[in-house]
């Protein structure tokens, strides 16, 4: 499938879940997987590079069809929610999202500024978990690529925008922190960490070798980039890292606080370590299977 055909399908795709997201969000839940179950679904593409990814991982194979039905569900409950997100409020959060938020406040109140670098993975609800954390109480900032960068931004701008501007409405002041160059990351990300609130961040994808660290992942060399983590070990912010799992209607936020005085380093090593334990356990919830190939094999396995 070429550039063209995947963002027209994309547009087409969220122009149906746009329709469907007017029905009540029980119903919707159910026809939005269904729709991508029977044949619409965007990402469908990817599923023998997906395949690939796992065989390369040396990981023991999930039942494939399970697998890839969860994904694609995944991805059409991540474009429903995306006309949800603004409308989410407290009691959506109570009624189901199950998140330790007494911990989080524990950990930002060891901080000086009671702040956090909150690190996840590339995953369907990330901006979800975003979302959350703000209707929550924190006041949130996140690192983003620019809006413009995706390859399919001619097709998908609008409902980009969206998703973005939806998120942050819960932000509590905070806001996506758009950046096209490395160091206008790490003047963003620097700013963020010297105030109040959570800064996400997102470290598991392949980076230049000028600005990435070197950390196993299975049998792989995750060349992923880490400014912001060796911004929060200098300023003494707390770092954790974490995901949004889902089941059906509801959701579970789950996080491991990383020990402080570890060397960047040490902090990234243990982030992929974490990201081995939740992939075991929920294969198909990462989507950085769509690059894991690309990382160079261990020395020891080349």
Same mark, same amino acid.
């Given at each position: ?145 620019? &809006? ?127 990201? &081995? &334990? ?25």
């Amino acid at each position: 499938m070429n550039l063209t055909q995947f963002g027209q399908r994309y547009r087409l795709f969220l122009q149906l879940i746009g329709i469907v997201s007017r029905l009540p969000r029980k119903i919707a839940y159910y026809i939005a997987p269904t729709l991508a179950f029977c044949g619409l679904s965007p990402i469908d593409y990817q599923q023998n590079t997906v395949r690939k990814a796992l065989i390369d991982a040396r990981i023991k194979l999930p039942n494939m069809r399970n697998f890839w039905r969860k994904r694609r569900a995944d991805h059409a409950i991540f474009c429903l929610n995306s006309f949800y997100h603004q409308k989410f409020d407290e009691d959506w959060l109570a009624q189901h999202v199950t998140l330790d938020k007494a911990r989080l406040q524990a950990i930002a109140a060891k901080s000086p500024m009671n702040n956090i670098l909150f690190l996840t993975y590339h995953h369907q609800f990330q901006h979800t978990l975003c979302c959350s954390l703000g209707i929550a109480g924190f006041r949130l900032q996140a690192l983003a690529a620019a &809006e413009e960068v995706s390859p399919i931004f001619s097709y998908i701008g609008n409902y980009i925008k969206r998703l973005h501007q939806g998120c942050s409405y819960h932000f509590n002041g905070g806001n996506y922190l758009f950046f096209n160059s490395d160091r206008t990351g790490v003047k963003l990300a620097k700013q963020a960490l010297s105030e109040k609130g959570i800064l996400i961040s997102l470290n598991d994808f392949p980076a230049p070798a000028k600005i990435s660290g070197h950390n196993p992942l299975f049998n792989r060399n995750a060349t992923a980039p880490f400014g912001s983590v060796k911004l929060a070990c200098r300023m003494g912010v707390p770092i954790v890292a974490g995901i949004m799992l889902r089941q059906g209607e509801d959701y579970r936020i789950i996080f491991r606080e990383f020990e402080s005085g570890q060397s960047p380093e040490s902090i990234m090593a243990d982030y992929f370590a974490y990201l &081995e &334990e939740i992939i075991i356990e929920n294969p198909s919830v990462w989507s950085g299977w769509d690059w894991f190939s690309s990382f160079p094999l261990l020395e020891k396995q080349a």
